[in-house]
């Protein structure tokens, strides 16, 4: 099975504290994914990565960064977190294929207060 | 106009009804079609994807019309367990993903 792995699922910060929120797929994927997910939004893309040490912004990647040195690993980076960064946090991956299913990690919750 | 949108639900259905959701998209050039589905608190996850035939898993059913500019998704004789959110999700190129907001299915006994 392939699996998705956030390092937190749970997270409460203080306004501009620095956040990392890690993601681990085992499924050697060339695209991963950061999305945050609001009630009444759906999901909306941060950044993604199509190759290690490549990204591109998504719809919303103002106040975010992200880092991928590995394949299977990609960081997403609140250089200074804002209360309106508070949600939850969805990272996915997926093969290379047009069609290819996203795999999603079980997210992680940050508050900041 | 949002890209995807989604009437927001809930919809509340007794077991064995059939429920049926819809899905519009704005952009003609979308190319590919999928639902997705999350549970309480959890992640989403594939139900299918959508093909231009329509195509059908068992007591689902997905529809796509194009020169409308919808998919569909057919539930029948639902159950306790399909009760979670129904997400529809259309790919414009490449990893371009765009996800609507959402359609909460609540099945009661």
């Known amino acids: 099975d392939v699996k998705v792995t956030q390092s937190s699922r749970y997270l409460v910060k203080r306004t501009g504290e620095k956040v990392f929120l890690e993601c681990v797929q085992d499924m050697d994927h060339e695209n991963m994914f950061w999305y945050r997910q609001d009630p009444g939004l759906g999901l909306r893309l941060i950044y993604f990565s199509y190759d290690v040490k490549m990204k591109e912004k998504g719809d919303i990647p103002e106040g975010y960064s992200v880092s991928r040195e590995k394949k299977e690993r990609f960081s997403l980076i609140l250089e200074s977190a804002s209360t309106n960064q508070t949600s939850m946090y969805l990272c996915?991956?997926?093969?290379?294929?047009?069609?290819?299913?996203?795999?999603f990690g079980e997210g992680s919750r940050l508050t900041v207060l | 106009r949002k890209e995807v949108e989604q009437d927001p639900g809930p919809f509340n259905v007794p077991e064995g009804a059939t429920v049926a959701f819809n899905c519009t998209y704005s952009n003609s050039a979308s190319q590919s079609f999928f639902w997705y589905r999350q549970d309480c608190r959890k992640e989403p996850k594939l139900l299918m994807s959508?093909?231009?035939s329509g195509n059908e898993d068992g007591r689902f059913t997905a529809q796509l019309n194009r020169a409308s500019q919808y998919i569909s998704l057919l539930i029948r004789d639902s159950k306790l367990s399909d009760s979670a959110t129904y997400i529809c999700v259309v790919s414009l190129y490449g990893n371009k993903l765009v996800f609507g907001a959402g359609t909460i299915l609540r099945v009661k006994s």
């Open positions: 959508v093909y231009s």
């Open positions: 996915a991956s997926r093969a290379g294929t047009p069609t290819g299913e996203l795999f």
